[in-house]
C-alpha cells in the first residue's frame, strides 16, 4: 500500500458545481496536510495546508482532515473555469519531507 | 521577488547521453528538492539539501543519478547514461526551512525528453 492514495481523475463538473477532491493515507505520524494547485506546465503552488486534525475554509475552499480515517478532503464551491487544475495533496511528519499523492486533473465545464 | 527558476525548460537528448538540470533557488531559502513528475506517476521525492547537513538521497531511483548543490544556493541535477523511463518533468522547491510549515515553493519544471 503506498503511504498517499489519491485518484487521477480526471474529474469533469459544470461551472457552479461543488467539488470534492480527497486522499487517503496509511502512515499515522502525518502531522501537516496540505493541498497544491498544479496548472498546466506550471509547478505546484501551496494552495491550503492544515496542522493535525479539523478543518480550514478559505473562501472558496475548505480543507478537511480526519485522522482517525486517515483521509482528507479538499471542497470546492461555486467551481469556475479557472479552478482546472491538478490538485496534489500532500502530507508530512515533521516540516521538510512531503510526501505527494499522484494528484487529481480537474475539469470545471464552462 | 524572484521565484525559484530552472533551466532548460525543455530538453531533449538521445539515450545514453548525460544531461545537466540547473536549479537557482529563492534567495535565503535553506532547503532544497528535487523532485521528478511523470503521467500517471505523480510527483516522486528524489534528493533533499537542508544547509550544510549530508542531502537525503533516498529518493533517487539508480546510481545513474546525482546532484550537488553548491555555495548552499545552485544545485544541479545530473543523470547519466540516460535511459527513456527518464523521461519526465524535473521540478525543483525551495524553502526556508525555519521550523513549523514550510510552504515549498516550485520551480517551473524541465521538461527532459530522452529518445
Known amino acids: 500500500q503506498k503511504e498517499v492514495e489519491q485518484d487521477p481523475g480526471p474529474l469533469s463538473v459544470p461551472e457552479g458545481a461543488i467539488v470534492s477532491l480527497n486522499c487517503t493515507y496509511s502512515n499515522s505520524a502525518f502531522q501537516y496536510f496540505m493541498w497544491y494547485r498544479q496548472y498546466s506546465r506550471k509547478g505546484p503552488e501551496l494552495l491550503m495546508y492544515t496542522y493535525s486534525s479539523g478543518n480550514k475554509e478559505d473562501g472558496r475552499f475548505t480543507a478537511q482532515v480526519d485522522k482517525s480515517s486517515k483521509y482528507i478532503s479538499l471542497f470546492i464551491r461555486d467551481s469556475q473555469p479557472s479552478d482546472s487544475a491538478t490538485y496534489l495533496c500532500a502530507m508530512s511528519e515533521r516540516d521538510d519531507k512531503i510526501i505527494f499523492g499522484k494528484g487529481t486533473r480537474l475539469h470545471i465545464l464552462p | ?115
Open chain 2, 1 to 115: 521577488g524572484a521565484g525559484v527558476s530552472q533551466s532548460p525548460s525543455n530538453k531533449v537528448t538521445e539515450k545514453g547521453k548525460d544531461v545537466e538540470l540547473r536549479c537557482d533557488p529563492i534567495s535565503g531559502h535553506t532547503a532544497l528538492y528535487w523532485y521528478r513528475q511523470s503521467l500517471g506517476q505523480g510527483l516522486e521525492f528524489l534528493i533533499y539539501f537542508q544547509g550544510n547537513s549530508a542531502p537525503d538521497k533516498s529518493g533517487l531511483p539508480s546510481d545513474r543519478f546525482s546532484a550537488e548543490r553548491t555555495g548552499g544556493s545552485v544545485s544541479t541535477l545530473t543523470i547519466q547514461r540516460t535511459q527513456q523511463e527518464d523521461s519526465a518533468v524535473y521540478l525543483c522547491a525551495s524553502s526556508l526551512s525555519s521550523g513549523g510549515l514550510n510552504e515549498q515553493f516550485f520551480g517551473p519544471g524541465t521538461r527532459l525528453t530522452v529518445l
